[in-house]
């Protein structure tokens, strides 16, 4: 049975919403058609989205190609590490021990707290004044 050329998976964080496809190539990752560095522009971004691959040693065997949405640019990065995770793991399945003990595989299920009425946001409520 032939492996096929290429894995997608899906990653998801808050707003954000990740499409990952891997494909076996030099190591380079493009987000929405740009460079990662130049899509992200910080170090600390670009060192989450790379975890999973520096956890597994595959950092220069994969090109990963991603297409995200919604959120905010730390969300995305989160959702493409979790993606990439996904991905690896259905490369090869023997490395999901090592993925999941470093908490890769794990979805952050955080989310932002709806409003109530009568109040300011989700918990905060307006100034009360005595007189």
Do not use: W
């Not at 997608?8 to 919403?17: D, Q, T």
């Not at 929405?32 to 899509?39: F, G, H, I, S």
């Not at 989160?78 to 991905?87: N, S």
């Not at 021990?97 to 918990?123: F, P, S």
């Amino acid at each position: 049975m032939a492996e096929p050329e290429q894995f997608h998976a899906i990653g998801r964080r808050k707003e954000a919403s990740a499409r990952i496809f891997l494909r076996p190539g030099n190591g380079t990752i493009r987000v929405n058609n740009e460079p990662a560095n130049e899509y992200f522009g910080r170090d600390t971004l670009m060192m989450i989205l790379r975890q999973p691959l520096v956890a597994t040693e595959k950092a220069g065997e994969y090109d990963i190609y991603c297409t995200t949405r919604g959120g905010g640019k730390s969300g995305q990065a989160d959702a493409i590490k979790l993606g990439i995770a996904r991905a690896l793991e259905m490369a090869h399945p023997d490395l999901r021990q090592i993925l999941k003990d470093a908490g890769h595989l794990t979805r952050d299920a955080r989310v932002k707290e709806r409003k109530k009425y009568g109040r300011r946001g989700a918990r905060a409520s307006f100034q009360f004044s005595k007189r």
